[in-house]
């Protein structure tokens, strides 16, 4: 594979239930983004990691964690899921400054 | 606090024709990164036009061109000669400068985005 890849492609969940979206990239790349699309809304970062064993909160981190135990991993997981987070999610990644590489993202709608 | 505003919801063009989408910015940095995005029925996120807040120059890339204009805080995107694979939603983006280091990277802010169809 090249580039980042999101699992799963979409889930409808229900509410309440823990859920994690899983992204890999193996470009090597130190950074990576969560970010979720809503429509009249763009894109809001969610949480980011500039480097393995780091993480920082974005705009809109509540309700979210993540983790970055490794440069390859940076799954997302949301501990008790609300419709209000029903979405598109992306992951992105970073090797330079101003670049970013986006994911092919996850559709997922809590009920 | 940045802010993005894209104040087309939607757009149209007929192909082979000109089109321009605005965006305008709110920051109080002076160096930064705009950035124009297309999001295909693909889903996938392309980028298609970076510029850099220091330069005085407009970016162009092929049939895509700013125009970009610092002090009114306005980065538009001209797409001439449209073509039906332009139909997309198209995002402008900020980016404040990151800094220096090799451990420094940019977080982007994006606008609402624009649906931009070009009709045949």
């Known amino acids: 594979i090249a580039g980042i890849t999101q699992a799963p492609t979409s889930q409808i969940l229900a509410a309440g239930r823990r859920m994690t979206l899983r992204c890999t990239q193996d470009?090597?790349?130190?950074?990576m983004y969560w970010y979720r699309q809503d429509l009249g809304l763009g894109l809001r970062l969610i949480h980011y990691?500039?480097?393995?064993?780091?993480?920082g909160k974005g705009e809109v981190p509540d309700g979210y964690s993540v983790s970055r135990a490794n440069t390859d991993d940076f799954p997302l997981t949301l501990a008790s899921a609300v419709p209000s987070q029903t979405s598109v999610y992306f992951c992105?990644?970073?090797?330079?400054?101003?670049?970013?590489?986006f994911g092919p993202g996850t559709r997922l709608t809590v009920t | 606090a940045q802010t993005v505003t894209q104040s087309q919801p939607e757009m149209s063009v007929q192909e082979a024709e000109t089109v321009t989408l605005s965006c305008t910015y709110d920051?109080?940095?002076?160096?930064?990164?705009l950035f124009w995005y297309k999001q295909p029925p693909s889903r996938q996120m392309i980028l298609v036009i970076r510029?850099?807040?220091?330069?005085?120059q407009n970016a162009t890339e092929n049939r895509f061109s700013v125009n970009f204009q610092k002090a009114a805080k306005s980065f538009s995107l001209k797409i001439s000669d449209s073509q039906l694979g332009d139909t997309a939603m198209y995002f402008c983006?900020?980016?404040?400068?990151?800094?220096?280091?090799?451990?420094?990277?940019?977080?982007?802010?994006f606008g609402q985005g624009t649906i931009l169809t070009v009709h045949p």
């Open positions: 983006a900020f980016m404040k400068w990151p800094g220096a280091g090799g451990t420094s990277y940019g977080k982007l802010t």
């Open positions: 920051t109080s940095e002076n160096n930064y990164y």
């Open positions: 470009m090597r790349h130190n950074a």
């Open positions: 992105a990644s970073s090797d330079r400054q101003w670049e970013q590489y």
């Open positions: 510029q850099e807040a220091y330069k005085q």
């Open positions: 990691s500039n480097t393995a064993g780091t993480t």
